[in-house]
């Protein structure tokens, strides 16, 4: 199956989904998932994959579920939604080999509302955080981290607000790098309100150039995470 752009009808199932959260509704309605999500995901992931290779010929891109997509059904252990079946439909392409979301990524998530396209790691569990933290004490990574953000907000994307408000305490007063200390994650994003550019091919385009500008920053936290 050629990737000619996300589904309209994937859309509509997602509002459905949002009127009818239950695994009987979805499970009566999984053929339209199958058809207008998953099989049109699966063939962004494989073309999309291919494409960034140009920038990592390394990437990581497996067009199943559990791998370069998102299952969709929620795990209501570990979190605060305890409707089964997910509102957003998420795709990622990794480098190591490591878990994934504790690995460098190129990122991107839609709702039925908007989309949202990332690079980086999008939370630090307590062993990478504490790996962060380290790496940064090296003034060489603070400093060349620092540019790359710099560069980043300059060309108008996003940075994660959700930071901690101290410095921790292993760093020293007089540390020169204060606010690279705060950041409970590393990564930069776009957002866009839905549009007819996601329907089409041309969001392979729109992708590329969003993950081309944030590869300094993919290529940094890369090199932080082995």
């Not at 199943?64 to 997509?69: A, D, E, N, Q, R």
């Not at 795990?75 to 878990?99: A, C, L, V």
């Amino acid at each position: 199956m050629n990737f000619n752009g996300f589904s309209k009808k994937g859309i509509e199932f997602l509002k459905e989904v949002e009127k009818n959260n239950t695994k009987e509704w979805f499970e009566t309605h999984r053929h339209i998932w199958q058809k207008e999500i998953r099989d049109v995901s699966s063939s962004f992931v494989l073309e999309m994959g291919e494409t960034l290779q140009i920038l990592e010929p390394e990437i990581n891109f497996e067009p199943k579920t559990g791998k370069s997509l998102f299952k969709i059904y929620r795990d209501t252990r570990f979190s605060k939604d305890k409707t089964p079946i997910k509102s957003k439909i998420g795709h990622i392409f990794w480098q190591g080999s490591g878990h994934k979301m504790q690995s460098s990524s190129f990122y991107i998530h839609y709702n039925k509302d908007s989309y949202f396209i990332a690079s980086g790691i999008r939370g630090f569990k307590p062993p990478l955080l504490k790996k962060y933290r380290e790496y940064i004490t090296d003034e060489n990574h603070s400093y060349e981290l620092e540019k790359i953000l710099k560069m980043i907000e300059k060309k108008r994307y996003n940075l994660p607000e959700d930071r901690y408000k101290r410095v921790p305490k292993e760093f020293a007063n007089d540390f020169k790098y204060k606010e690279l200390t705060l950041f409970k994650s590393m990564f930069a994003y776009k957002e866009y309100k839905m549009d007819e550019v996601f329907f089409s091919k041309d969001i392979i385009d729109r992708c590329f150039k969003i993950y081309e500008d944030l590869h300094p920053l993919q290529k940094w936290v890369y090199e932080m995470t082995i």
